[in-house]
């Protein structure tokens, strides 16, 4: 039987569908969880084939309570699956342009030189408000007095994170989610893991104890960075808006 229009489409469309599934879920826990229930499902599959019925039956019965398991247990990864979809390809919200960036840059070394802890969220395409309602709304000039100024040990906003929305400081003082990944890191690391889990931001942290600035993108946290590479990040994050 020769293949029609349609199903040549329909073969390309499902392709398109998978591929953009895989991009969305790389580097996340949820990809292994991918490849774990296509484990799971062929092991189920291949014991029906062989009649081995006894196993069959128990992974038929163990898939209703692995299904609503694993809602529950990656709640997180499939709200930021669904936040995905729905972002789009919409434009990119600018990041911090060249002033505000050396602003930026010359506020986190002074907070890293004094070992004062600090959590800045840039934000890209998915919005934040619903964190920046959690804090205090800003919307100021971005400057490193200023930044100095929120995350100084003590003051009523240091301990949340900060949103920086189109060049501007939008929000301080705001609650970001804690990841469930990375139970060995202190709380502001887990902030920005989880921020980066259930969206496209760029979350800058720093740490109170050893002053290292690190960056959390697509649920992964990266090593510590010196100004120059987190200056070559943010020029990349530029470059792509």
């Not at 060249?98 to 802890?117: I, K, N, S, T, Y």
């Given at each position: 039987?020769?293949?029609?229009?349609?199903?040549?489409?329909?073969?390309?469309?499902?392709g398109v569908?998978?591929y953009?599934?895989y991009?969305?879920?790389?580097g996340?826990?949820?990809l292994?969880?991918?490849?774990?229930v296509l484990?799971?499902?062929?092991?189920?599959?291949?014991?029906?084939l062989?009649g081995?019925?006894?196993?069959?039956?128990?992974?038929?019965n163990?898939?209703?309570?692995?299904?609503?398991a694993?809602?529950?247990?990656?709640?997180?990864?499939?709200r930021?699956l669904?936040?995905?979809?729905?972002?789009?390809?919409?434009a990119?919200?600018p990041?911090?342009v060249?002033?505000?960036?050396?602003?930026?840059?010359?506020g986190?070394?002074?907070l890293?030189?004094?070992?004062h802890?600090?959590?800045?969220?840039?934000e890209?395409?998915?919005?934040?408000?619903?964190?920046?309602?959690s804090?205090e709304v800003?919307?100021?000039?971005?400057s490193?007095?200023?930044l100095?100024t929120?995350?100084?040990?003590?003051?009523?906003?240091?301990?949340?994170?900060?949103?920086v929305?189109?060049?501007?400081l939008?929000?301080?003082?705001?609650?970001?989610?804690?990841?469930?990944v990375?139970?060995?890191?202190g709380?502001?690391?887990?902030a920005?893991?989880?921020?980066?889990?259930?969206?496209?931001?760029?979350?800058?942290?720093?740490?109170?104890?050893t002053?290292a600035?690190?960056?959390?993108?697509?649920?992964?946290?990266?090593p510590?960075?010196?100004?120059?590479?987190?200056?070559?990040?943010?020029k990349?994050?530029v470059?792509?808006?």
């Amino acid at each position: 039987m020769s293949l029609t229009w349609r199903d040549l489409l329909d073969i390309f469309l499902v392709g398109v569908l998978l591929y953009s599934l895989y991009r969305i879920l790389a580097g996340t826990r949820a990809l292994n969880l991918v490849r774990g229930v296509l484990i799971y499902l062929a092991t189920w599959f291949l014991a029906s084939l062989l009649g081995l019925s006894t196993l069959s039956w128990i992974l038929g019965n163990a898939a209703t309570l692995g299904a609503f398991a694993l809602i529950v247990v990656f709640q997180p990864e499939l709200r930021g699956l669904l936040e995905r979809l729905g972002r789009g390809q919409g434009a990119l919200r600018p990041p911090p342009v060249a002033l505000e960036m050396e602003e930026l840059l010359l506020g986190l070394r002074r907070l890293a030189e004094r070992r004062h802890g600090a959590l800045l969220a840039l934000e890209r395409r998915t919005p934040l408000g619903e964190y920046a309602a959690s804090g205090e709304v800003l919307d100021a000039r971005l400057s490193a007095r200023l930044l100095e100024t929120l995350f100084y040990p003590g003051t009523p906003l240091h301990d949340g994170g900060a949103i920086v929305r189109e060049g501007r400081l939008f929000a301080a003082g705001c609650v970001f989610p804690l990841s469930e990944v990375g139970m060995g890191l202190g709380t502001r690391h887990r902030a920005a893991l989880g921020l980066s889990e259930v969206s496209d931001a760029l979350v800058i942290v720093v740490s109170e104890e050893t002053g290292a600035i690190r960056v959390a993108e697509g649920g992964r946290l990266s090593p510590p960075l010196s100004l120059e590479a987190l200056r070559a990040r943010l020029k990349e994050v530029v470059r792509d808006a």
